[in-house]
């Protein structure tokens, strides 16, 4: 594990305001990177096979973050389960153990990228690698395969401690509020029939009010119009917002006591959504894996039963995107709209039963490999001295284990619906992009919230 590039820990608290700014810092890195070309390809009009998946990815497609964060979280992903299942043993509470299983996760990361990249430009993504040449394909590989370590170092940089969150939930949130800002006021003109008219919502809005002689048909045009975003994407994106941040405040509160000091009460929350974004997340990482598999070997071998049992493909409404018409990728994806989902029931039902299930058991695994299942919260609160009221040592894990599992798994399942919910009503950014924007935003605003006590009482620090 020595070869790979590690983040020291810091040797002291740091301050709030470099937070910020190293924060700020990493983030116009990942930025920057997102605009980078890759130097060599040819062309990327080719499928994109991860088209639906990129703002929740955080990649930019033909950029140094083609692949995104999708290394990073699925190494993360694997190495828990490993951990959770007992094939690999780590006691966290040895360094070294800690230190041997964050190298792994590193390397497995680095790895990843390596694969996936490896896999994209052999399969054209980038032009025909018998054009391109060993030198340049072997060069596209070293590339992603770099910048793949720059989002491990960056995240690692913000988990150290020396900034605020992960840089995994600040590169996904960035991307999904960037793709919201761009689809509202993107100033990009498209001929669709009716004269140009403007990619983003709210401009098209006044362009069409201000141009049209009939202001009623204009409203009903900008509100409505089914090639390019509309206000009611942006509304329903606003309602999704307002649902999950409302949903944000559903807590059982067990009421605790110290063992050891007399009168000495409080309470332990048990939060609706108990494994936070954690489902949806992992349950984005399996499906584009998929999704990104499933393509590439239709491509090859598209007569294949298996393969086409995997997923078959076709292009989107006369485009070069490719979109899965079948097979197991086809009930993994959303419907495109109510309508779709009308008009194909049985793809709709087994899809909503999917996200419902796969949330739901990913929240419960979840519980298990992050140390915060119901024997994890109890030696934490014996450990404190502290136990439930009314309760002994042994009942108070029975009631743990009563309530935890519960809320993780019912939680998960609510994220699932809502991430349903916003993709059939038109939420901008898909409903997965905009759950995890959400939760993470309000995630950001707790840290500020705590971090601003801790260092000036009620207000911020700068």
């Known amino acids: 594990m020595a070869v790979l590039p590690e983040i020291a820990a810091p040797e002291r608290k740091v301050p709030f305001r470099q937070k910020v700014l190293w924060t700020a810092v990493t983030l116009f890195i990942f930025l920057v990177c997102s605009q980078v070309p890759l130097y060599g390809i040819m062309s990327s009009d080719s499928s994109d096979p991860l088209y639906w998946m990129r703002a929740i990815l955080a990649s930019n497609r033909g950029t140094l973050m083609e692949l995104g964060i999708t290394p990073v979280v699925t190494s993360g992903m694997f190495m828990q389960l490993l951990a959770g299942a007992n094939l690999i043993e780590v006691d966290y509470s040895l360094k070294e153990d800690r230190s041997l299983f964050n190298g792994a996760q590193k390397l497995f990361a680095v790895l990843i990228a390596f694969g996936q990249a490896t896999v994209s430009v052999m399969n054209g993504l980038y032009g025909p690698p018998s054009e391109l040449g060993a030198g340049i394909c072997l060069l596209l590989v070293l590339q992603l395969v770099v910048a793949g370590v720059i989002v491990v170092l960056l995240d690692e940089l913000l988990q150290k401690g020396y900034g605020l969150g992960s840089g995994i939930s600040l590169f996904i949130a960035t991307n999904v509020c960037e793709t919201i800002l761009w689809k509202a006021l993107s100033p990009t003109t498209y001929n669709v029939g009716n004269g140009p008219e403007f990619e983003g919502a709210l401009i098209a809005l006044f362009h069409l009010l201000f141009t049209r002689s009939n202001k009623s048909r204009a409203l009903k045009e900008a509100f409505y119009r089914q ?16 649902i999950v941040i409302y949903l944000q405040g559903f807590r059982v509160e067990l009421p605790v006591k110290s063992s050891r000091f007399r009168g000495q009460r409080g309470t332990y929350p048990i939060k609706l959504f108990y494994t936070s974004n954690m489902p949806i997340m992992l349950q984005s990482a399996l499906t584009s894996n998929m999704f990104m598999i499933s393509q590439l070997i239709y491509n090859r071998f598209p007569d294949n039963i298996l393969v086409r049992i995997f997923g078959t493909w076709t292009p989107y409404q006369g485009t070069s995107q490719m979109i899965a018409s079948g097979g197991l990728a086809y009930y993994m994806s959303p419907p495109h709209s109510i309508t779709e989902a009308l008009l194909d029931p049985i793809h709709t039902v087994v899809y909503v039963t999917f996200m419902l299930t796969a949330c739901a058991l990913l929240s419960k695994t979840w519980i298990e490999v992050s140390g915060s299942s119901p024997r994890d919260v109890a030696k934490q609160l014996k450990d404190q001295n502290m136990v439930m009221a009314g309760h002994r040592d042994a009942s108070m894990y029975k009631e743990l284990k009563r309530v935890i599992p519960t809320a993780a798994a019912f939680g998960g399942a609510v994220l699932g619906a809502v991430s349903v919910f916003a ?14 924007c959400t939760t993470i935003i309000y995630q950001y605003w707790e840290m500020f919230v705590k971090e601003s006590i801790e260092n000036s009482g009620d207000a911020l620090a700068f």
């Open 227 to 242: 090639n390019l975003p509309n206000v009611m994407n942006l509304l329903a994106t606003a309602l999704v917002f307002g």
């Open 423 to 436: 993709d059939l009503i038109g939420a901008i950014g898909s409903g997965t992009g905009i759950l995890l």
